[in-house]
């Protein structure tokens, strides 16, 4: 054992030098907690005690529209939204003065065309009013030419090689469907982006594809049940779901703002073990912020209703009322920008990444989804007799019918990265794609399946399924669940979405299930049009095409626990897949099925499609090699100078005690120091294998050509590393001086606030 010592306390000579040159992130740490401890609330008003006094005012919506525009501009731009049409030139001009006008009103110094690249964030580039007049003064103008179209370089933002660099030229064309509305001194204008050549480079203009392909579907099927339904919307409510961190804790953590999740930090003695944060009282810090961003959320016609703390500490969701999906979309992403920005005011940060903590609950965005028609039926929701609920059971089982079909597609509209971190986990829905309907849905769905024979019915048999369906509203009434296990569960009057990711952009996931339900619908009405010629009524072909449909369906239900291991047999039995790998899963997109939904339906080209996988595939890769190379700088130049540095204590005790105590007692009392300084080296050498073994895999990785194999390659041999070096870290922060560990804690992280 003294050999031992002697030799790492040469190790510690040759280290000394780091000593001089390591920069006191313990000081850091602890000048930032005593920043949060001096911190007061920041007491915000609003412009009015009701809510619906300000509601929209920074929002051109139909209403201001009505007011600024002339009768013919206003009635042109209005059955543009109604029926998804574009403005001529002429027609854009009329708008443009009148949306000019109300900005300018408003304070309005420049214009941005306001669109949503493949960087799961939004994008804009500000141009002033200001232009030269025929005199050579400077007026304000805005044209209908500007307010339609504008051409942002398009060589910043992912492509997935379906441009070359050189053709940096994109356009931008104005969402006519989403309104114009005012963030500070800017009109932000909803638009569209795509290339040169017209291939999509965004996300809203496939969603709005996919919008149009489940309209079309919806009311060819709704026809079979009320003549008046000429439209479907998909609906759509976002729970927004974040964590808060303090503003100086999160720059003393250089992982969270860089990679946007602690690569390290040990499990707090406490954290959600009691589940006393949820639903709790939100502490006023806190709820100053929130009542701050539902402010400027309301102003910009967000109606965000509901407000809460998560399971876990220092987490808390939002939610607001069902919108129209593309307009919850633009929603959701211009209030987590809003939330970002009210954070600072704050002094906070908000923490959108999926598992930005180890040991506690991520953050998901519950997509709650269902359909809606132009005479203000939910489809998704009972009717009052066995007609309406015919009409239910038709769309409940053509979606339950589609995730079946498109399992693999859906799960790839939600793996990434981050979300990777938190679905599978005793937390969140596991990578196995299932419909939970409850009991009682799943009894009446069975019966159907039972009854319904392929001969032609008896009056009296349609009689008995029709009473039985009526009954549907009285049964659902008080026995419905939302089994928080399940991925995609019916919650009553919709399905709810739970493995959507916290930071995703929700279009991802909702052009997936609206082409492939677009898709079944398709199919069903032309396997029910085939029996109805062959001289079945109408109901008796429902029918029987709705038991088929189910019975084809059957392996996608599950009712029990998603979280138990015993599922993932029980899935593969089945035939339902379990893809964990991100890059694995991204390639289902290609699939002859997937293609088949997307491509076949005129979502995306071929083109489009393989492009936005090659853009997936290098988001991925690029976020894991963030995280490494910031874990490998964190580990080498912050964690192990601070063990070496602890040890160099130890050793100093060990020597204080050799000479003040006889050889005896020295070595009883220095056994527990020569312990530490052991299982610190071990640590310490652990750690700096690891670091370098890491960046071997990196530079083998970054020289592969393939996007897809590129990928697999940052997955399988260097994400494991970030596991595997953390354990060391985490480990080590239990053993050394907390006057020295140089990052704020998982305790000061989640409880300061």
């Known amino acids: 054992m003294k050999n031992k010592t002697k030799k790492i306390g040469g190790v510690i000579e040759k280290y000394i030098f780091l000593f001089k040159n390591i920069r006191k992130m313990a000081e850091l740490r602890f000048s930032a907690l005593k920043e949060v401890f001096n911190r007061e609330p920041v007491v915000t008003h609003a412009p009015d005690k009701n809510v619906s006094k300000y509601f929209g005012i920074d929002v051109f919506n139909l209403h201001k529209m009505e007011h600024y525009l002339s009768m013919d ?34 304070g309005a110094t420049h214009f941005t065309h306001w669109f949503h690249p493949l960087t799961d964030g939004t994008a804009e580039k500000h141009d002033g009013f200001i232009e030269y007049g025929e005199n050579g003064h400077l007026v304000e103008n805005f044209s209908g030419e500007v307010l339609v179209q504008s051409e942002p370089d398009a060589s910043s933002f992912p492509s997935g090689g379906i441009r070359n660099t050189f053709e940096a030229r994109g356009y931008t064309a104005w969402d006519v469907s989403s309104p114009v509305f005012m963030v500070g001194t800017t009109l932000c204008i909803p638009t569209i982006f795509v290339s040169y050549t ?131 979309v633009d929603h959701n992403q211009l209030l987590m920008d809003i939330m970002k920005r009210v954070a600072r005011k704050h002094k906070f940060r908000v923490l959108f990444h999926e598992k930005p903590f180890a040991g506690i ?27 309406t609920n015919l009409q239910f059971l038709t769309f409940l089982v053509n979606a339950i019918k589609a995730v079946n079909d498109s399992n693999e597609l859906i799960r790839a509209s939600v793996m990434n990265e981050s979300n990777s971190w938190r ?44 009473l039985g369906i009526g009954k549907i509203p009285e049964i659902l009434l008080d026995n419905t669940d939302r089994n928080r296990t399940s991925p995609f569960a019916f919650t009553g009057n919709r399905f709810e979405f739970r493995a959507v990711g916290s930071s995703a952009n929700c279009s991802a996931a909702m052009i997936t299930l609206n082409s492939a339900m677009a898709r079944q619908l398709a199919i069903f009405k032309k ?44 899935a593969a039995k089945r035939g339902l897949s379990n893809i964990a790998s991100v890059p694995e899963s991204i390639s289902r997109y290609l699939t002859a099925h997937s293609r088949e939904v997307l491509v076949g339906s005129g979502i995306f080209t071929d083109k489009e499609l393989e492009s936005r996988v090659e853009v997936e595939y290098e988001k991925f890769t690029k976020k894991v090699q963030i995280e490494s190379r910031v874990l490998a700088d964190l580990a080498i130049n912050h964690i192990v100078p601070t063990g070496i540095k602890y040890m160099s204590m130890l050793l100093e005790n060990l020597r204080g ?49 393939n996007a897809f194999e590129k990928a697999m390659a940052y997955e399988k041999n260097v994400k494991p590393y970030l596991d595997e070096i953390r354990s060391h870290i985490d480990k080590l922060e239990l053993i050394v001086d907390d006057e020295i560990w140089p990052l704020p804690k998982y305790r000061e992280l989640l409880f300061t606030r």
């Open 657 to 705: 005690l050799k000479e003040a105590f006889p050889a005896k007692e020295y070595e009883k009392l220095g056994e527990s120091s020569r312990e530490a300084i052991t299982i610190i080296s071990e640590h310490i050498n652990g750690i700096k294998k690891l670091v370098f073994d890491m960046v071997e895999e990196r530079k083998k990785a970054n020289v592969i050509e």
């Open 527 to 570: 396997e029910v049009d085939d029996i109805i010629r062959k001289g079945r009524n109408k109901d008796e072909a429902i029918f029987q095409v709705l038991k088929k449909t189910i019975l084809d369906s059957e392996k996608v239900l599950f009712e029990g626990d998603n979280y138990n291991p015993e599922w993932h047999s029980e």
């Open 361 to 387: 609950n991520g953050s998901g965005k519950h997509n709650n989804w269902s359909m809606a028609t132009n005479t203000g039926v939910n489809l998704l929701s009972p009717g009052k007799n066995p007609k």
């Open 198 to 328: 017209g291939e999509a480079l965004d996300y809203k203009a496939p969603l709005l594809k996919s919008l149009s392909a489940l309209d079309k579907a919806a009311v060819d099927i709704c026809q079979y049940f009320d003549k008046d339904v000429t439209k479907v919307i998909a609906t759509l409510g976002i729970e927004q779901e974040y964590f808060l961190v303090d503003e100086a804790l999160f720059y003393a953590r250089p992982d969270l703002v860089l990679a946007e999740r602690t690569l390290m930090g040990h499990q707090s003695s406490k954290d959600q073990q009691l589940a006393d944060h949820y639903f709790g009282s939100i502490p006023e810090r806190v709820m100053c912020f929130i009542k701050d961003f539902e402010c400027e959320a309301h102003k910009l016609g967000i109606p965000v209703k509901t407000r809460h703390n998560e399971v876990a500490p220092n987490q808390f969701e939002c939610a607001p009322m069902f919108e129209e999906v593309n307009l919850a």
């Open 73 to 106: 501009a206003f009635k042109v731009v209005k059955r543009a939204i109604e029926e998804g049409k574009s403005l001529t030139r002429r027609e854009a001009d009329q708008v443009a003065i009148g949306l000019k006008a109300w900005a300018l009103e408003r």
């Open 423 to 466: 679905l599978g986990g005793h937390e969140a829905p596991p990578a196995i794609i299932s419909v939970f309907l409850g009991t009682y849905l799943s009894n009446t769905l069975n019966e159907i399946a039972r009854k319904v024979t392929d001969k032609k019915m008896t009056p009296a048999q349609k009689t008995e399924l029709k």
